[in-house]
């Protein structure tokens, strides 16, 4: 069982059994503050990166007391953008605050893109480290109390949903390496490295992710990797563009370049809402093809999927707000390219609801002759669509599933049958 806890935040709209979008990042920044004195001050900020329409938030920050001390908090820009007025709250104790905001009253919209949630200034007590935790749940007995959330409203159904969302902790005094287990680094760049994404070649795996080594902004890097585990050569970036950040990587391998799909927008804080679909191959040696785009449609195109046929041919796929992100009528776009990444068709809808409500967070893979695609469903569960490989839709919508509140689905086959996955609240 699974129950929200609200602080001191009335909010005036009720819960139901709302959709999930595309995974946002809500972290600590700076992710590491170095040690400090005793009486000594510090602040950090709890910062939202890449999320749509967001309306409400609360995260629960847990630390070492012994260690430091909250003396205040503040909310920082990003809820307020447009003059919407807001209402924090916080909750400071031994070892933790908990605080939050809501945007506006009632039906008001949300906003979207990175930003700063919020300050916290902190106090050193005495030597030592502590990790600075955001907490997601509270455990009391059998009952589960969420603690840390990120929240929208369905602008087409008026129903609350929940935003999935990778959290980045942060970190205060000094820290060390734990090389205990049977494990291997890929990246220690500075900074955050986050969203990994893999695909298999013919004698090698590629490894990419997004990466903030820069301080700046988020770029897509890579590392090939041996079948046996071992590191082929160094981190290498596979796109960067000086204030713009290339996030949400995903790759397929078609028996002779990975194609890299990714999202490009402009840095954080932007009120701009234009962000795209761009794709590089890359050869089995790193060598990186030309940046091509493949969606540039009006709006926000966010969290692309891609398969490879084994043909010759891509399905692309992705979330797209082509119609208006104040209308939050999100739904899900595709283009089919070829073994080089170039487009053989315009993009073309894939879910055809006619606008009675959103889809979110696409995946694709192909098997038994034709692409499969699903998605998170605002009408509903999780449902897919079968396409060919000329972009055609085969027959009708798919309901794969409708228990509690489904998100993030992903897919493979298995020469047979597929096999579709999810999360979801109950």
Request: with cysteine; net charge neutral.
């Amino acid at each position: 069982m699974i129950c929200k806890t609200i602080l001191k935040i009335v909010v005036s709209i009720g819960f139901s059994a709302g959709f999930l979008y595309s995974q946002a990042i809500l972290s600590i920044s700076p992710p590491r503050v170095p040690p400090k004195n005793p009486n000594d001050t510090f602040w950090v900020s709890i910062k939202v990166e890449d999320v749509v329409n967001l309306k409400d938030w609360q995260a629960k920050i847990v630390f070492n007391p012994e260690i430091c001390t909250v003396l205040t908090a503040n909310e920082g820009p990003f809820l307020k953008r447009g003059g919407m007025a807001t209402f924090f709250a916080t909750d400071i104790g031994s070892g933790y605050i908990t605080l939050g905001s809501v945007r506006g009253t009632g039906g008001a919209p949300g906003t979207y893109g990175s930003g700063i949630l919020a300050n916290i200034n902190f106090k050193v007590k005495s030597a030592g480290s502590s990790i600075l935790s955001i907490e997601r749940f509270e455990i009391s007995g059998p009952v589960y109390y969420e603690t840390t959330w990120l929240e929208g409203i369905d602008s087409i159904t008026l129903n609350p949903y929940y935003i999935p969302f990778v959290i980045i902790d942060g970190y205060y005094g000094s820290q060390g390496k734990n090389e205990a287990r049977g494990e291997f680094s890929i990246s220690t760049a500075a900074n955050d490295q986050t969203n990994p994404t893999i695909s298999v070649a013919d004698t090698q795996y590629l490894v990419s992710w997004q990466d903030y080594r820069t301080g700046s902004n988020w770029d897509v890097y890579g590392q090939r990797i041996s079948r046996s585990g071992n590191l082929l050569g160094v981190n290498f970036n596979i796109t960067s563009t000086l204030g713009f950040s290339e996030i949400s990587p995903t790759l397929s391998w078609n028996d002779s370049i990975w194609i890299c799909g990714y999202k490009y927008t402009y840095s954080s804080d932007t009120v701009s809402d234009n962000h795209d679909i761009f794709q590089r191959g890359i050869t089995g040696n790193s060598s990186l093809g030309s940046r091509k785009q493949i969606s540039n449609a009006p709006s926000i195109q966010r969290h692309p999927s891609i398969a490879f046929n084994n043909g010759g041919r891509h399905l692309v796929v992705w979330e797209d707000y082509r119609t208006g992100q104040a209308n939050n009528d999100a739904n899900i776009y595709g283009k089919i390219l070829n073994r080089a990444g170039d487009s053989l068709t315009v993009s073309f809808l894939i879910c055809n609801d006619n606008g009675s409500a959103c889809q979110f967070a696409p995946s694709v893979v192909w098997g038994g002759n034709k692409f499969l695609v699903v998605w998170s469903d605002g009408r509903g569960g999780i449902r897919g669509q079968f396409v060919d490989s000329l972009g055609n839709l085969i027959g009708s919508e798919i309901s794969i599933g409708s228990t509690g509140i489904p998100s993030a689905p992903s897919l493979a086959y298995s020469g047979t049958n597929f096999l579709v996955v999810w999360l979801y609240d109950y």
